[in-house]
């Protein structure tokens, strides 16, 4: 994938140089080439499995489809009708992978509808929170009008909620394979965009000048600089203007608008003004719009990086009757000005403060990097900072009376798929506000997120990329989970300050961390790697009693907890019965295999609920599976009538076969057929190996007839009968076992295996015995007989 991508960038510059060299060639200026492209193989996702692709949308791109197949063959009823939490799904989120069973919002907006064509129309993904139910084949289809350049991630779940995390021997529940396709294409000139490419974007030419000792600002004035510029009713004018840095505020003028051409009534001429960060804006879509030809539009605070303007001249009949021509002209004058304070300086008068945070490695600490004050005096290692001697001191306020102090950091290249951590501590409650937001500085009306006297909001309905740890005021955690790459800030409110006035003792952590809350002491945080890309991605892997995100939900009780570690691990005693019944009649191995079996499975299930490990857990799962094979194989050995070598030829051959099962993979559903088949091959081979022995030249209609008589005497039905109905009280154990009541199920699955296979074995009668009166010596069908 890299070295395609390399080799797709390469082609692109080098066509920019043959563009540039040759004017032949123009007439491919709007030509479409296919940027990326790239398969997802197909992948299982069991219960509460899940994963993502990652689908990076370059900035000269015009169109992304994303193709999603599976085998998922539901019907529409189940989907209507059942829990939703348990449905297959996909979400997708703007610069991380989306989480939506942090809250309760992505359920509650799950689309249910069939979807057998393709979504369309899919715009803002940055600010939904919208998944969809997983079918046999999806396409998404995302535009540049609709979506802005970027990183997206689609996350494939195969059900939510907090056991997604929790750690589980035995996936309960279907299973579906999945596979994807992705293909990005691109403009071939970087001024023509759009998802045709027919849309020119013009970058004014701009001019800097440097404040005078009245005015601290610098204004960089960008346009035709009063020159007045026509363009057709039908046509529109699109600019591009960079923010580079922090920027006070972004005003657009227009001024001197008219039309080239005398109107039959007196209509109203309007300058529509489009405003759009990162993409260009069309009339349904963009972030702000104003008629310039009354008021500038003014953007307050505007985001780091590329604001795209369409100017719209709209012409409004009085009489509703006359329409003005296609090659009637607007004419009109428009600039772009970027007001900037000094470096470390905004607000009124360029009176506040504000920090830069510079990245910092951390080795071998639960945060890989923490963000420190540039210059400031801060002790190495430390991973926290004092609040008080960088606080705004100044009379100067905002509307309500409050100055503020902010402080940046820029994660581009770090943050890739990490989360955000912001902790404030302090000695006095509530003296801060908090606004943070991502790509400019905050302030009372612009935010993303906002912490206020004890209570927190969002401006996004995205929620589950935000958590809040408890806060009582004084001690404030706040978690961004998977944050975006490029420029946060955080901005403290707090009362004005002069250079006396008191301060509370305050320190300030900011971090990004692979796991949050280092998964609260409840499990251990994993690495895995994200389809599309080079990128990886963490999460926890949470205990048996505990799931969620960061491993905080308890999900089994106290209470709960003491009953599955009895059940679970003292249901294994009644692999004795078994075992002690084999030692009886001298079965040696059965009686070894038994008692392994009970003893491996009852080590097996305390390490994996956390109880206690004697071994490695991959260790004892293989043991415990492979035991748990032997045992089921050795049942029908024994009912076999065979002699004792032929058994230790079929023992041998049995615990090689049932090894390579376990060792595979142990826990698919598979493995129960294969044994069972595997067992009863062996009876059979046992029952036919020792028959033809015993017969060189048997008549197969007459050896049939013997066989079916003198069976009835062999074994002792009412403990087969028995036997059968145990195995189908464990089967039924094991058919209704879920995430919620495995330790109960299973347990029973437990007492049931062990009492069926004590009754089979009771059910052959060796050597002589007597049923219902008849004696019998078991020597094999003897046709003199």
Request: neutral net charge.
């Amino acid at each position: 994938m890299g070295f395609l991508k390399f080799k797709s960038v390469f082609v692109f510059f080098s066509l920019q140089l043959i563009i540039a060299s040759s004017s032949s060639i123009n007439d491919l200026l709007t030509d479409v080439f296919t940027f990326a492209s790239f398969n997802v193989s197909q992948t299982t996702l069991s219960p509460y499995d899940w994963r993502f692709i990652r689908v990076e949308l370059p900035p000269f791109y015009s169109s992304t489809s994303v193709m999603i197949n599976s085998d998922v063959s539901l019907d529409h009823k189940i989907i209507q009708k059942g829990p939703k939490g348990k449905l297959p799904m996909v979400c997708f989120r703007e610069g991380g992978p989306p989480l939506p069973d942090v809250s309760d919002a992505a359920l509650n907006d799950l689309v249910l509808n069939s979807l057998n064509e393709s979504v369309g129309g899919i715009q803002r993904l940055q600010n939904e929170n919208q998944c969809y139910t997983l079918q046999k084949n999806i396409t998404f289809m995302l535009t540049y009008e609709q979506t802005p350049p970027g990183v997206y991630y689609f996350g494939l779940f195969n059900g939510l909620g907090p056991v997604r995390t929790q750690s589980k021997s035995v996936n309960s529940g279907s299973s579906y394979t999945v596979s994807a396709n992705v293909t990005t294409e691109g403009c071939w000139n970087p001024t023509v965009l759009g998802q045709y490419c027919n849309q020119t974007v013009v970058a004014p030419k701009c001019i800097e000048h440097h404040p005078d000792e009245k005015d601290p600002l610098s204004l960089i004035a960008c346009g035709n600089f009063s020159d007045t510029i026509c363009q057709k009713m039908n046509e529109t004018e699109i600019k591009s203007v960079q923010v580079w840095g922090i920027t006070e505020s972004l005003v657009v003028w227009g001024a001197n608008v008219r039309m080239n051409t005398l109107t039959p009534d007196s209509g109203e001429l309007s300058m529509m003004c489009y405003a759009r960060y990162n993409a260009i804006p069309t009339e349904t879509a963009y972030d702000y719009s104003v008629d310039i030809r009354i008021i500038p539009l003014i953007l307050q605070n505007p985001k780091v990086g590329k604001w795209y303007f369409k100017i719209q001249p709209v012409y409004k009949s009085r009489d509703s009757k006359w329409v003005p021509e296609t090659y009637t002209e607007v004419c009109y004058s428009a600039d772009y000005d970027l007001y900037i304070c000094p470096h470390g300086k905004t607000g009124p008068r360029c009176a506040w403060k504000r920090y830069m945070l510079e990245a910092i490695p951390k080795e071998n600490s639960t945060a890989p990097i923490y963000y420190m004050p540039k210059n400031a005096n801060v002790s190495v290692g430390a991973t926290n900072f004092s609040v008080e001697s960088l606080v705004t001191r100044t009379f100067h306020a905002d509307e309500l009376g409050y100055t503020w102090t902010y402080f940046l950091a820029n994660t581009s290249g770090n943050a890739a798929a990490k989360h955000l951590h912001f902790q404030l501590t302090s000695d006095k409650a509530n003296f801060y506000g908090l606004f943070i937001r991502y790509g400019g500085l905050s302030t009372i009306d612009i935010w993303d997120y906002c912490y206020l006297n004890k209570s927190i909001s969002s401006t996004s309905t995205n929620h589950s990329i935000f958590k809040l740890n408890d806060t009582e005021g004084k001690n404030i955690s706040i978690y961004i989970l998977y944050a975006r790459e490029g420029l946060w800030s955080i901005g403290f409110r707090h009362p004005v300050l002069n250079s006396g006035s008191p301060l509370p003792n305050s320190t300030m952590s900011f971090s990004l961390e692979d796991c949050p809350n280092q998964c609260s002491n409840h499990g251990i945080c994993k690495t895995y790697q994200a389809a599309g890309g080079s990128t990886s991605y963490s999460s926890c892997s949470c205990d048996r009693y505990h799931g969620g995100f960061d491993c905080s939900i308890n999900v089994v009780s106290e209470e709960g907890q003491k009953w599955q570690k009895m059940l679970l691990v003292f249901s294994n005693a009644a692999a004795l019965l078994p075992a002690f019944w084999a030692l009886w009649k001298n079965a040696w191995a059965e009686s070894v295999i038994f008692m392994a079996s009970g003893v491996i499975s009852a080590i097996y299930h305390a390490c994996d609920i956390d109880w206690w490990c004697a071994l490695r857990f991959s260790v004892l799962q293989f043991m415990d599976f492979w035991l748990s094979f032997m045992a089921v194989v050795s049942v029908f050995v024994y009912l076999a009538l065979i002699s004792e070598q032929s058994k230790r030829t079929i023992h041998t051959i049995v615990a090689i076969s049932t090894a390579l099962i376990a060792v595979i993979d142990p826990t698919r559903a598979l493995n129960i057929g294969l044994v069972v088949v595997a067992a009863i091959l062996a009876l059979l081979v046992g029952c036919l190996q020792e028959y033809y022995t015993k017969h060189k030249q048997p008549s197969r209609q007459e050896q049939v007839i013997i066989i079916a008589k003198r069976l009835g005497g062999y074994y002792n039905w009412i403990y087969l009968v028995l036997g059968f109905l145990f195995s189908s009280m464990a089967a039924i154990s094991w058919r209704l076992q879920t995430r919620e009541t495995y330790w109960l199920w299973h347990s029973l699955w437990h007492v049931a295996i062990y009492i069926s296979a004590l009754l089979f074995l009771c059910s052959k009668i060796r050597d002589k015995g007597t049923v219902y009166g008849a004696t019998y010596d078991f020597a094999w069908l003897d046709s003199s007989r």
